[in-house]
């Protein structure tokens, strides 16, 4: 099961631009000074390279921050978008005004770094479970301003998006449960106030309430920190009726284990939380 979100071309332009507005509005205000340095009308030549091997993800963000610091600036990809560069590659060349190149330098490289990153890792957890019916999935564990761009770069690394945001997917927790009377009305309140959302998941701790969540009609389960042993009878009960997802505890190290026990979705919130920045360089010649 998929949630599409519109990444298409024009959407994630239009995204894109308004995250390259803010971002330079933060970083270059009224002007860059250093660059002011340079002798106005001197070109040069930009070479951006990855200096580790990564899933290269975020030129819509460069692009609309190039196009935004100087519309006349001419890139070119050495590797497209959701490619795999290798050490010390050259991934993007830019030419213009040198000036220009160097105003863009930290806005386009933070971008391409941090999304770069998030595809990257998707990819390796992607890799892990292959072979088995898990897909690997996010969550709203996003660095805030940046959710969309993030969940566009564990697409592209191979990973299935969840909600958005609050506002177009129910999930069920705990203390909804508690607040609402127990697991059947929460289930009959979520249809009710509910019904233009994409999905109505319920979060579940323990079997006793997998089984008394089947019974109530729901559809996509959530099963929290739960052991590996309860997990493969979790799958067991539901018997297919339902969608199962695991959440909590999960690692590289305990990652195939739990998607060989038959589960639908394993969401990991490290994939846009724990990420480090892929290490990219930009050198400059003077033309």
């Known amino acids: 099961m998929s949630f599409a979100f519109d990444f298409s071309p024009s959407s994630l332009a ?41 899933v290269i993800c975020g030129a819509p963000w460069v692009e609309a921050t190039l196009r935004q610091v100087d519309p006349a600036l001419q890139f070119r990809w050495l590797v497209p978008e959701g490619g795999r560069s290798q050490v010390d590659q050259v ?32 990819a390796v957890y992607v890799e892990a479970v292959r ?49 609402a009377g127990g697991i059947g009305p929460v289930l009959e309140a979520a249809k009710r106030v509910a019904a233009q959302a994409d999905f109505i998941q319920l979060e579940v701790e323990t079997l006793a309430q997998l089984e008394e969540g089947l019974a109530a009609g729901a559809t996509m389960i959530l099963l929290d920190n739960m052991p590996l042993s309860d997990l493969r009878e979790a799958v067991r009960i539901n018997a297919g009726r339902a969608s199962l997802e695991i959440s909590g505890g999960v690692t590289m190290e305990t990652l195939r284990v739990y ?26 010649k003077e033309l």
Do not use: C
């Open 91 to 122: 991934v993007l060349e830019v030419e213009g005004s040198a000036r220009s190149l160097l105003t863009a330098e930290r806005t386009a490289l933070n971008f391409l770094q941090l999304l770069s990153a998030v595809a990257t890792k998707t």
């Open 131 to 179: 072979g088995t019916r898990a897909q690997i999935v996010d969550t709203r564990k996003t660095l805030p301003g940046l959710r969309l761009a993030q969940k566009y770069a564990v697409r592209t690394g191979g990973g299935v998006n969840h909600r958005i945001g609050l506002y177009d997917a129910v999930l069920i927790k705990e203390n909804h449960i508690a607040a």
């Open 14 to 54: 239009e995204l894109a631009r308004a995250d390259a507005a803010r971002a330079l509005a933060e970083d270059v205000r009224g002007g860059d000074l250093t660059a002011a340095l340079v002798p106005e009308g001197r070109r040069g030549q930009a070479r951006v390279l990855a200096r580790e091997s990564a």
């Open 259 to 284: 998607a060989e026990t038959g589960v639908d979705r394993i969401s990991v919130g490290g994939l846009t939380k724990d990420v480090k920045a892929t290490d990219f360089s930009m050198r400059l």
